[in-house]
T-cell receptor, first 110, second 112 residues
Framework: NAGVTQTPKFRVLKTGQSMTLLCAQD?????MYWYRQDPGMGLRLIHY???????AKGEVPDGYNVSRLKKQNFLLGLESAAPSQTSVYFC?????????FGSGTQLSVL | QQPVQSPQAVILREGEDAVINCSSS?????VHWYRQKHGEAPVFLMI?????EQKGHDKISASFNEKKQQSSLYLTASQLSYSGTYFC?????????????FGAGTRLFVKA
């Protein structure tokens, strides 16, 4: 039972490049989330989904897009990466309000 | 709107107690507490629902005062393994109970 799996674990991008982060969960959870973590700012919610085919904006959605085509997968896309998007990204799924986090993706935008 | 945590950081000796506070400007449906060790993902500690209950987990407990929109995490007789960053997460009333917003965190260091 893998829980929540994020790929890739590390990535370096140049400004303006695009990429997609993949999150997969095998717990059959309805709710999934993308957070970013920056020093001194805690975890900030980017986007979330309350079920297959649904997405909603969180606290800091600008510059990101998401898709939830399958219940087990939640994709986070950066169309044109900026240095301000350098961060650690965590995906999570939840059940009864409890969040289960993936191991994170360290993204650097140069 | 992010909940506010205090203190930002605390250093303890093994066996000492600590309290971490979390407050919100909005009416709350629930409060969550998570701990994150360096380089790892946050791990769930406990959740407190509207109703003013207090919960415990080994020597870690928490309270939730819904009228004051505040929660406190109590760490008793701290152990080295308690070191890490503690986050409170809140869900506002009317959000459906599935949108958790986190505070900036409290860094806790326990030394021998």
């Amino acid at each position: 039972n893998a829980g929540v799996t994020q790929t890739p674990k590390f990535r370096v991008l140049k400004t303006g490049q695009s990429m997609t982060l993949l999150c997969a969960q095998d717990m059959n959870h309805e709710y999934m989330y993308w957070y970013r973590q920056d020093p001194g700012m805690g975890l900030r919610l980017i986007h979330y989904s309350v079920g297959e085919g649904t997405t909603a904006k969180g606290e800091v959605p600008d510059g990101y897009n998401v898709s939830r085509l399958k219940k087990q997968n939640f994709l986070l896309g950066l169309e044109s990466a900026a240095p301000s998007q350098t961060s650690v990204y965590f995906c999570a799924s939840s059940y009864s309000g409890v969040l289960f986090f993936g191991s994170g993706t360290q993204l650097s935008v140069l | 709107q992010q909940p506010v945590q205090s203190p930002q950081a605390v250093i303890l000796r093994e066996g000492e107690d600590a309290v971490i506070n979390c407050s919100s400007s909005k009416a709350l449906y629930s409060v969550h507490w998570y701990r994150q060790k360096h380089g790892e993902a946050p791990v769930f500690l406990m959740i407190l629902l509207k109703g003013g209950e207090q919960k415990g987990h080994d020597k870690i407990s928490a309270s939730f005062n819904e009228k004051k929109q505040q929660s406190s995490l109590y760490l008793t007789a701290s152990q080295l393994s308690y070191s890490g960053t503690y986050f409170c997460g809140t869900e506002g009333e009317g959000t459906g109970g599935f949108k958790t917003i986190f505070g900036a965190g409290t860094r806790l260091f326990v030394k021998a």
